[in-house]
């Protein structure tokens, strides 16, 4: 009776050492899970720190790209308004000096126009002698432009004037002035207009 007690004994000694080693190696299977999901979660929070600040250093390249776009925007747009500003004043300048070319011209053609007007009171004066009246009048019909002879060349440089300043081309004055008037050197007088219209 005695032995079998004690071997009832051995039997659960030996289930409880069972039991133990197998609590034992769960707990140590449980410590090296817990380490290596430890140093899992380590690995994946540095690869995320990485990939953060690379992210963060591409951004900043970004932004710093954006602004010198932003400088280099602004500069262009500076010396874009500064040519518009300069272009605007020669286009000013250009007006004012065509205006006042325009009436230089119409200053320096009236006195030759009052100068051509002038014989025309002539005609009833040459009434009184008899034998002068043919030579008067034949002067004063033979210029088509209405002009007296003697001051065909003042008529025709006024006429060929106000033509080129009216942007007739210089063949057409020059037919005009052939057909209506008698020059010796039309050449010359179309030289001098044309030249002041230009300046």
Known sequence: MVSEGSG????????????????????????????????????????AEAVAARLSERAHQIEASLERLADSMRDEVSALKADLEELRAVGEGVAEART???????????PAETAVA?????????????????????PAASPAAGAPSGDGHEGARVIALN???????????????????ELENPDALLDEVYARVRR
């Open 118 to 138: 002038e014989p025309e009171p002539a005609e009833p004066a040459a009434a009184e002698p008899a034998a002068a009246e043919p030579e008067l009048v034949e």
């Open 8 to 47: 009832k004994q051995s039997a659960a000694a030996a289930a409880g050492e069972r039991v133990r080693a197998v609590l034992e190696a769960a707990e140590q299977s449980a410590v090296a899970l817990r380490a290596e999901a430890a140093q899992e979660i380590d690995a994946q929070l540095e690869r």
């Open 163 to 181: 033509m080129a300043l009216n942007g007739s081309p210089r063949e057409e004055t020059a037919r005009y002035l052939a057909e209506n008037f």
């Open 100 to 110: 006042a070319a325009a009436e230089t011209a119409a200053e320096e053609s009236q």
